[in-house]
DNA sequence: GCAAAAGTGTTCCAGATACACCCATGT
DNA sequence: ACATGGGTGTATCTGGAACACTTTTGC
C-alpha cells in the first residue's frame, strides 16, 4: 500500500491555508492534486515534513514552494489525525494559516498552468482529504483573532489609506463598519504611522497614506 | 538507536497538561519517568498514538490511564515538532490540555507509590523533554479562555456555593474580585443554577449550592 | 459645478467598576 | 455576644455606538 511505511508509524505533513485579499474578496491558495487519491482535484498547499526538519520550517518551506513568499505571518492552527482522512495510509497533518499582503502576490504563482489558484472563501470547490475542515477553521481562528489583535496589519502593503485598511475589516468581518469609529479605534492602537504622502486616485481628495509602526509583530489588544 | 523505527518517520505521541485546583492553588498532573531519557524526572502524562486510534481518542487514554478519569474538559492545544526534543529520535507530540474537578480525584492517583503527583504551578520541578514549555503554553491558554469564556464550570463539582466559584477564578487569574461584582456577572452568565440546598460549613451563615446548567458545555461569551 | 471618496467630533448608552453594610450561623 | 464568611444595591466611570457635514480633487 504505502511506498515505505510500516503500519505502526503515521506520515507526517504539514498544510497551510494562505489567505490574501483580492477583488474585494477573502480568498486562498489551493493547488491542484495531479496525483491519486483525489487526482485532479483541489487541496490546500502542503507535504511531507522532512526527517531533520521542524514543524515550523516545515509549513515554511510549503508556502515559500506555492507562492514564492516568505517572512509573512504564519501561525499553527491544529493538527487533524483521524485514522482514514487519507486513503492510502495513516497521516497526520499539521495545519497552518498564513497571511499575506495581496501587493507581494505579483505573478498568480503558477509553477505551471492552472496547477494554482486563489478561491473566495464563499465559492469554494470541493476540496480533497478533509481540507474544507482546515479552511473552515482557519477562517473562523482569523476571525475571532481579528477582534482582539491587530492580525489584520498583515493583510498591508508598505503604505496604504485609512480606507484600504477599514475595507480588510469589513471584508474579513463581512459588514460594514463606522468609518470615523473605525479610524478612532485603529489610530489608538498606536500601530499605525501616518507617512506625509497621499495617494491620488480618481476623480476625488487624496488620501493619506499610513504605515505599520511595526511590521510582523502581532499585539493582543483589549 | 531507536528501537523499531526507520529514520524517516517519527513517532507521534500525546501529552495531556492535567489541570485541577487543590489546596488553594492551580496544579498540574506530573508522572515520574520510569525509564531513559530523562529517567527519574518528571514529565508530563503521554503516550504513543496507537496505529488505528484518532489524536483525541489517545489524549482520552492518557488522562484516563494517569488519573482514572474520562468525560472531563479536554481540548487541543499545539503540536511540538522540534528535532532533537527527544534526544533518542524523532517525535511529534500532539499536546492537549484537560481540566478536572478536584472532588473527582478520591485517590492521589498512584498506580504505585510516588509515580504521580500534583505540583503547584509556580512551583514545579524541572520537567523532561520540553514538558516545561507545554505547561507554560497551557496556563497562557486557560488564563485567556477565562477571560472569554465560561471554562472556569470545567473546574466545579456537582454543587458548589458562589465563593468557591470565585475562589476559582481569583486561583487562575490571580487576582481578588469584588464579590458584588463578580456575583452579578456570572450570574448573568445564566450558566448556573440556584438550588434549594445551602452547604453548613463552619460557624457562619451557610452558603446556598448552584449547579452548572449545562455540564461538559463550554461558551463563548462577551 | 458636480461627482466621489477623504476627513473630522459630539452625544448617548450600556456595561464595568467602586464601594459598605446587614445576615445567619457556631461557639 | 462575637467571630466568620454569606449575601445584597447604587452611583460613577468609561469605552463603544450612532450619527452628518465639509474638504479636496478630476473631469
Chains 1, 2 share one sequence.
Do not use: C
Request: aromatic share 8%; proline share 6%.
Amino acid at each position: 500500500m504505502a511506498k515505505n511505511a510500516p503500519a505502526s508509524r503515521p506520515a507526517i505533513t504539514t498544510n497551510v491555508v494562505v489567505f490574501t485579499l483580492r477583488d474585494d474578496k477573502l480568498k486562498l491558495l489551493l493547488v491542484r492534486r495531479r496525483k491519486d487519491p483525489f487526482k485532479d482535484m483541489w487541496a490546500l498547499p502542503g507535504g511531507a515534513v522532512r526527517p531533520n526538519e521542524d514543524l515550523d520550517d516545515s509549513a515554511k518551506r510549503e508556502l515559500e514552494v506555492s507562492t514564492g513568499l516568505s517572512g509573512v505571518y504564519l501561525e499553527q492552527l491544529y493538527t487533524f489525525g483521524a485514522p482514514g482522512r487519507d486513503p492510502r495510509e495513516r497521516v497526520i497533518s499539521v495545519a497552518y494559516y498564513a497571511l499575506v499582503p495581496t501587493e507581494r502576490l505579483h505573478l498568480p504563482t503558477a509553477s505551471d498552468t492552472q496547477a494554482v489558484g486563489w478561491f473566495a472563501l464563499d465559492e469554494l470547490p470541493a476540496l480533497a482529504f478533509d481540507h474544507a475542515e482546515m479552511a473552515g477553521v482557519a477562517h473562523q481562528r482569523l476571525s475571532a483573532k481579528l477582534a482582539y489583535s491587530t492580525i489584520a496589519l498583515q493583510f498591508m502593503p508598505e503604505k496604504f489609506t485609512l480606507s484600504e485598511l477599514q475595507n480588510v475589516y469589513e471584508l474579513i468581518l463581512n459588514e460594514k463598519l463606522d468609518k470615523r469609529n473605525f479610524r478612532k479605534r485603529v489610530r489608538a492602537l498606536d500601530q499605525i504611522d501616518q507617512t506625509d504622502e497621499v495617494r491620488r486616485n480618481g476623480s476625488h481628495r487624496p488620501a493619506r497614506l499610513y504605515r505599520v509602526t511595526n511590521p510582523g509583530e502581532v499585539q493582543i489588544i483589549r
